[in-house]
T-cell receptor, first 114, second 113 residues
Framework: GQQVMQIPQYQHVQEGEDFTTYCNSS?????IQWYKQRPGGHPVFLIQ?????EVKKQKRLTFQFGEAKKNSSLHITATQTTDVGTYFC??????????????FGKGTKLSVIP | NAGVTQTPKFQVLKTGQSMTLQCAQD?????MSWYRQDPGMGLRLIHY???????DQGEVPNGYNVSRSTTEDFPLRLLSAAPSQTSVYFC????????????FGPGTRLTVL
């Protein structure tokens, strides 16, 4: 079945340092979604990328979708303590007959040291 | 709008007991799903529904049943709880199905002793 690999599993950074998490799929994706889960909370949608090579920015967050639509990255510039949480990618794949399968990566847990 | 609501927030069961986790949404989303989240395992799909009366299995369906009699509600049933079902359960809904933004509920933390 479809697999979505996400690395690293954990990342500890000093406040002000940059952070990047990477997502790779074994199959071509229709889109990729990114979610953030604060400690003790539930996943919250951040963004969706659809086009090959697409780059989107949200303030200090930059999201990229690879040219082959199999990989993606989330980069945070100058991390803040409010960035703490687990970041998940989720790849949507066309599974035939107009239906799609959404598979989540295992997430990257970000800790920010003040 | 309340969005996606889940009850209870916490539950402790003994092995072999049954229970139903409730999930409701007021956004008129046709697509609803259940995930379980275990440490280091991410979110794994248990069951999903593309509309009232239609359900299907996800990645880890064993030990769980679902039904969808209305657009709003999507309960998850554990018929005979096992310690392996200790987890955090999230319900989600979406306007565009699995390809669209998923709205998650606050979760139910279940412990099976």
């Amino acid at each position: 079945g479809q697999q979505v690999m996400q690395i690293p599993q954990y990342q500890h950074v000093q406040e002000g340092e940059d952070f990047t998490t990477y997502c790779n799929s074994s199959t071509t994706l229709s889109n990729i979604q990114w979610y953030k889960q604060r400690p003790g909370g539930h996943p919250v949608f951040l963004i969706q990328l659809v086009k090959s090579g697409e780059v989107k920015k949200q303030k200090r967050l930059t999201f990229q979708f690879g040219e082959a639509k199999k990989n993606s990255s989330l980069h945070i510039t100058a991390t803040q303590t409010t960035d703490v949480g687990t970041y998940f990618c989720a790849g949507a794949r066309n599974s035939g007959a107009g239906s799609y399968q959404l598979t989540f990566g295992k997430g990257t847990k970000l800790s920010v040291i003040p | 709008n309340a969005g996606v609501t889940q009850t209870p927030k916490f539950q402790v069961l003994k092995t072999g007991q049954s229970m139903t986790l409730q999930c409701a949404q007021d956004m008129n989303h046709e697509y609803m799903s259940w995930y379980r989240q275990d440490p280091g395992m991410g979110l794994r799909l248990i069951h999903y529904s593309v509309g009232a009366g239609i359900t299907d299995q996800g990645e880890v369906p064993n030990g769980y049943n679902v039904s969808r009699s209305t657009t709003e509600d999507f309960p998850l049933r554990l018929l005979s709880a096992a310690p392996s079902q200790t987890s955090v359960y999230f319900c989600a809904s979406s306007y565009l199905g699995s390809i669209g933004e998923q709205f998650f509920g606050p979760g139910t933390r279940l412990t099976v002793l």
